[in-house]
């Protein structure tokens, strides 16, 4: 594998961070400095050094989150609560991490996990992984909206959203796909459409779905539930 993806499963630091140090000379393989982050290397039997340190390969953790409204998805923050704070004792916080964002006040499926690369993977626009939300509206979406939306719409900062899948549920809840993450997206989309969402909650990401989850509860997966 690459030198680059190692350091990553390691958990030495960020993608970026590591792609730095390398170029910084402070990578060894074999006994001599590396700055190509992509040279290949292979599991015990070449011998690389992170700032004079072997790292090992860490054992790659993965859970869902049924987040709550309230926290931000943020490891920390001196005046608000972050998600950091819903997970239980026994999940090492230090090691684990949220892919991709929910607002504050939307609540649903948040993963966290260890994996350095999965999450880069997970998060990056060509992937154009799917997350569902379940809305809810202050006013009747009409025909004309859902073709709007299935269409793409042009949200307030200008920016033309791509086309979204739309689930009819009832006159002021649907189903909402997309593909992006854009800041505020979903409720951007709906005021794009003269409408507002009174209640968001993500219901799915990729193939991962909430289930029979409750709010607040955390449930431990496989890195094989996960398709990418």
């Keep these: ?15 970026r961070k590591i792609k730095k ?5 402070r990578v060894t393989l074999n006994g001599n400095v590396e700055y190509n982050d992509g040279t ?15 790292p090992k390969r860490k054992e790659l953790k993965y859970y869902i989150l049924y987040k709550v409204a309230g926290y931000i998805t943020a490891m920390s923050d001196e005046h608000r609560k972050t998600v ?21 006040d939307t609540e ?6 260890s994996d350095g690369n999965l999450s880069y993977t997970m998060s990056h626009p060509d992937k154009e992984m799917e997350k569902t939300y379940y809305v809810e509206l202050a006013r009747e979406i009409s025909s004309d909206n859902i073709l709007a939306l299935e269409s793409g719409v042009i949200l307030d900062t200008g920016y033309a959203a791509l086309p979204g899948k739309v689930e009819y549920i ?15 997206q979903v409720k951007k989309m709906l005021k794009a459409v003269q409408n507002r969402v009174t209640y968001l909650k993500r219901i799915q ?21 996960i398709q990418i």
């Design 1 to 15: 594998m690459r030198l680059e993806k190692y350091l990553v499963e390691c958990g030495v630091a960020s993608r």
């Design 21 to 25: 140090a390398i170029l910084e000379g």
């Design 40 to 54: 290949e290397v292979e599991w015990g039997i070449d011998s690389i050094t992170f700032d004079g340190i072997i």
């Design 84 to 104: 950091v704070e819903l997970l239980p004792s026994y999940v090492d916080r230090s090691s684990v991490f949220p892919v991709g964002r929910l607002d504050k």
């Design 108 to 113: 649903g499926l948040l993963l966290f996990t």
């Design 170 to 184: 009832s006159p002021k809840s649907i189903n909402l796909t997309i593909t992006e993450g854009k800041y505020h």
């Design 205 to 225: 990401f990729g193939n991962l779905t909430l289930g029979d989850m409750q709010p607040g509860e955390i449930r431990e997966i496989l890195r094989e539930d």
